[in-house]
Nanobody, 125 residues
Framework: QVQLVESGGGVVHSGGSLKLSCSGS????????IAWFRQAPGKEHEGVSC???????YYAESVEGRFTISRDNANNMVYLQMNSLKPEDTGVYYC???????????????????WGRGAQVTVSS
């Protein structure tokens, strides 16, 4: 059974840091393009960052310079290091995977085959 599981969410003050982890079971993440999306209350899903099978990283303008996506293939993990967090970064963060992502559409949630269940991130002001 293919599963993505997010961990590492929590509550942090503005300016703080969190590191999200995405683990894969039933498949190897290095064969997939992996993205992080988030959803704030009452808002649509927003693409945050993507890392391709070739380890090329993409970021939303709102997180560029503050967030870093990375892979740990030995442990079948993908991470999202989030620094200088702001209250507007609050939301549920999801890990998504696709075997052959059209990179020009990486910010569309409809492009992905698999979703995790999400991890809550709350940034207090």
């Amino acid at each position: 059974q293919v599963q993505l599981v997010e961990s590492g969410g929590g509550v942090v003050h503005s300016g703080g840091s969190l590191k999200l982890s995405c683990s894969g079971s039933g498949f190897t993440l290095d064969s997939y393009d992996i993205a992080w999306f988030r959803q704030a209350p009452g808002k649509e899903h927003e693409g945050v960052s993507c890392i391709t099978k070739g380890d090329r990283a993409y970021y939303a303008e709102s997180v560029e310079g503050r967030f870093t996506i990375s892979r740990d293939n030995a442990n079948n993990m993908v991470y999202l290091q989030m620094n200088s967090l702001k209250p507007e970064d609050t939301g549920v963060y999801y890990c998504l995977a696709d075997a052959s992502l059209r990179i020009g559409s990486w910010m569309s949630p409809f492009e992905y085959d698999y979703w995790g269940r999400g991890a809550q991130v709350t940034v207090s002001s």
